[in-house]
């Protein structure tokens, strides 16, 4: 004989729930096979024994030889303790013209401790009302752990706002997505992550969910989490919802509308550093904020003030798609310009106001590219020709200086030579090339000679012989008569 032994609170649970299940069933036999006039029955159970909170109860209803049948439910008929998760009936005649009637509703409790089933009415039977005590957590297990953080804790309207939600609990659950809502503000979900733990052999996951919530309405807010679903090991569980409530605080009555709150960020690629008179440029720059118009935009480039010798045309103005931002808005802006004068040019710097939420003052975030160095080459040009002109000039006055000194030492060498050497011929021969290129055909060789800069007396010398050549030993000797 085999004999199986359990532990005594278990015996107990398992004999309350066989002896349930043998009186139900044998009352259900004895009134099929008793007399068609029998009177009916109304039973009502749910089932586990000890339902923990998430996991689903199931509620059983059989009816035999009902007058009416089975209602329907709806969810307001369990209350706020319960959520009506599902139902299905059936109906069916024996042989002996009994009708018998089941339904089925799977419920999850959305609180622990005591909770009440309803009480069911038909035809005169009836089920009492029955109390539930729903666990927070299986024996042994870890409970739900949920922590909700806001930053800033105390937000002002406009202003970007981060919300999270830790979700844990046993090992093996996978939580599903949760829909959250907010009321007065505007709220777009981030990815969520997981991180795993392990704790005395037991592996557990956290998660956490992430939204971005941008306030607009200042007093207080609420944040609405739905249902927390979740799988584990194949079976569905659900957590009741939670809600968290926080305070706004409201703009300054002089902010205007469409201005960030809370400080935006400027990313200004490098624009060029040297252009030529007439050259195009293109100013860049990245923006990130949040509640930003391309209209509020336009009017920001169009107050920048302009500095001299540049003409700034109309902006290109583009907001960037990037679901994985939140409602954080990417905008790309391209201003194109003209340089018009040469020099050291100052780019125009683009300035957006915002409130400074910590300060409770405006500030304002500024994109600036620095400074250009604008050449004109027209007048680099000209300047060039006029240095080439000048120091050709200034080579020729030196180059004429050089000849001219050079000419002279040459002159000086040569009748230097003429004297020492006696040279009557050498003598001749320039005063015969003289009056060839002379305009006064009687230059006679004493004329001549007094006009060198380089004669001696030694030259009047070789004068006399030249003259005694040519004119005989009467030749005048005179030279102020000739």
Request: with cysteine; glycine share 8%.
């Amino acid at each position: 004989m085999m004999m199986i032994r359990c532990a005594p609170g278990a015996a107990r649970v398992a004999a309350t729930r066989i002896i349930r299940h043998v009186l139900c069933a044998a009352a259900l036999l004895r009134y099929m096979h008793a007399d068609p006039a029998a009177a009916a029955i109304l039973t009502c159970r749910s089932e586990p024994a000890h339902p923990v909170l998430g996991q689903p109860v199931l509620w059983r209803i059989r009816g035999l030889d009902l007058s009416q049948p089975l209602p329907d439910w709806r969810p307001g008929d369990f209350g706020e303790d319960w959520l009506l998760h599902g139902q299905s009936t059936s109906r069916s005649v024996d042989s002996r013209g009994h009708t018998l009637q089941s339904a089925e509703i799977t419920l999850y409790p959305m609180a622990s401790g005591g909770l009440k089933l309803p009480s069911l009415d038909i035809g005169g039977l009836h089920c009492a009302a029955t109390q539930i005590d729903v666990a927070g957590h299986a024996p042994g297990e870890a409970p739900l752990r949920m922590a909700s953080r806001i930053a800033p804790a105390r937000p002002m309207v406009g202003q970007m706002t981060r919300i999270e939600l830790d979700l844990g609990g046993p090992g093996g659950v996978v939580w599903g997505p949760i829909v959250a809502q907010a009321t007065n503000a505007s709220l777009r979900e981030l990815s969520a992550t997981d991180t795993a733990s392990s704790a005395r052999g037991d592996t557990a996951t956290q998660w956490r969910y992430v939204w971005d919530l941008l306030p607009l309405r200042p007093g207080p807010l609420t944040m609405h989490f739905g249902l927390l679903e979740a799988r584990r090991f194949g079976q569905l569980l659900i957590y009741p919802p939670s809600k968290l409530v926080f305070q706004v605080r409201p703009l300054p009555a002089f902010w205007p509308a469409g201005l960030p709150v809370g400080r935006p960020q400027f990313l200004a690629p490098s624009a060029p550093g040297q252009l030529h008179v007439g050259g195009l440029g293109i100013l860049r720059v990245r923006l990130r904020a949040v509640g930003l118009s391309a209209q509020m935009l336009e009017s920001i480039v169009a107050a920048s003030v302009v500095p001299d010798g540049l003409n700034m045309y109309p902006p290109r103005i583009r907001q960037l798609d990037a679901p994985d931002q939140g409602l954080q808005q990417i905008w790309l802006i391209d201003w194109p310009f003209r340089v018009e004068r040469a020099g050291l040019v100052r780019y125009p710097i683009l300035r957006l106001p915002y409130e400074d939420p910590e300060l409770g003052a405006p500030q304002a975030a500024e994109a600036n590219w620095g400074r250009v160095q604008v050449d004109d080459p027209g007048a680099r040009r000209l300047r060039q020709w006029a240095l080439a002109i000048l120091s050709f000039i200034g080579f020729s006055a030196v180059a004429g200086s050089a000849y001219k000194v050079f000419q002279a030492s040459r002159e000086k060498r040569r009748w230097t030579a003429i004297g020492l050497n006696q040279d009557a011929r050498t003598l001749e021969a320039l005063w015969a090339m003289a009056r060839i290129g002379s305009q006064n055909p009687a230059l006679t060789l004493r004329m001549w000679l007094t006009r060198q800069a380089q004669a001696q007396q030694r030259h009047v010398k070789l004068v006399e012989e030249v003259e005694r050549r040519l004119y005989g030993p009467e030749a005048p000797r005179n030279p102020s008569k000739e």
